[in-house]
């Protein structure tokens, strides 16, 4: 538990302050209690910083006795608190613009794990949605992936056990406070995964699984994995809300195709038909994609360039230079860029024969 805990409680109780408006803030003044202390003494030059809404809103007292009492259930029961400040964060959620000012953990695993498969899926999973779901996770060992999913019953659960099973890490992403388990059925599963793996959510103990709390776990779900792997989905549902979400943040996503007019299979269809998926039928595909077989041929690295490069280009191949290749999401969070700032830099260098892209979105200097 940091000093800085109690203040970042208090921060994301406040009205009006939500997770993006929070980052902002915390990023701006280097800590939550900062953002209190530096707002509160100084609140005409704040205005002028932020707006009037936001500044009161600060000034207001959050429930310091609940917070307390948060606090002390996080102590008793072994749950952490992260910002998204904090070295210990997901980094590939830092990079999604929505995700939340801090996570509640309880488990011991690495969230920044080398490779990350969230694998989701239809409550309604059949026998055979849940043996490829089996199979895939287990021609996955030899990978050592981090297998995400939230819980549920279906393809969720399946995952989380198959990992298990083959003593893959595996992180359930909760709708609901770590005081309570949901569905309770998975009590087991929870537990052993504090022990290989972690329960998160961005939700406080006391916050039921309510309908509207889903698509936010869901987009957890999609920010913190390298790729997203659905297994049988009708066309809506929370399975489609998190491969769309994934989608939208850049990853890959992919989708065991169905028999046409099956039900379970209408989203996975129409993921791979509108090219918003690519279609897999097993790991062997998902190694293939996402570039996770080592490339037997040798590295050469050019020693000089003759183009001449923008700062940010020279950046990018500098830091390649170093490493031969890298995700491309964790090439701009070493470069100190987003990635909507490195996409242009990247195609001028791909234009120019300076760098490729791999599958799985990995950029190589050539």
Not at 53 to 66: L, M, R
Not at 113 to 135: D, E, F, M, S, Y
Request: with cysteine; charged share 25%; glycine share 6%.
């Amino acid at each position: 538990m940091t000093s800085d805990t109690k203040y970042l409680l208090g921060l994301i109780e406040l009205p009006r302050i939500g997770d993006i408006i929070a980052r902002k803030l915390v990023n701006h003044y280097g800590s939550a209690k900062d953002v209190f202390e530096v707002i509160r003494s100084s609140v005409k030059e704040s205005e002028a910083l932020w707006s009037k809404k936001i500044v009161a809103s600060i000034c207001t007292e959050p429930d310091w006795d609940e917070i307390d009492q948060e606090i002390s259930f996080m102590e008793k029961n072994d749950v952490q608190a992260i910002s998204v400040v904090d070295e210990g964060y997901p980094r590939r959620l830092k990079f999604c613009n929505d995700a939340p000012l801090v996570l509640f953990i309880r488990g011991n695993v690495d969230l920044n794990h080398a490779k990350i498969l969230a694998v989701v899926g239809t409550r309604n999973a059949t026998i055979h949605g849940k043996k490829i779901t089996t199979k895939i996770i287990k021609d996955l060992v030899d990978q050592d992936v981090l297998i995400l999913s939230g819980l549920a019953f279906g393809i969720d659960i399946k995952a989380h056990q198959a990992a298990l099973d083959h003593k893959l890490p595996t992180v359930a992403v909760l709708a609901h406070g770590l005081d309570i388990i949901y569905p309770p059925e998975h009590r087991r599963e929870a537990h052993e995964m504090e022990r290989n793996g972690a329960l998160i959510t961005e939700f406080r103990r006391g916050t039921k699984p309510d309908r509207e709390n889903f698509p936010k776990r869901n987009r957890i779900v999609a920010g913190m994995a390298d790729a997203i792997l659905v297994i049988e989905s009708q066309r809506t549902g929370g399975s489609m809300i998190t491969a769309d979400l994934g989608f939208g943040y850049a990853r890959d996503v992919f989708a065991v195709p169905g028999r046409p007019g099956d039900k379970q299979s209408e989203g996975c269809n129409f993921l791979i038909r509108q090219n918003k998926a690519s279609l897999v039928e097993s790991a062997i595909d998902i190694k293939f994609l996402m570039n996770w077989k080592e490339d037997p041929r040798p590295m050469e690295i050019q020693k000089q360039l003759f183009v001449e490069l923008s700062p940010t280009e020279e950046v990018l191949v500098q830091i390649l230079k170093e490493s031969g290749k890298m995700p491309m999401d964790e090439l701009c969070l070493t470069a100190g860029i987003s990635v909507s700032q490195a996409s242009v830099p990247l195609l001028t260098l791909e234009l120019n024969g300076l760098v490729r892209t791999l599958p799985g979105k990995v950029i190589e200097l050539t």
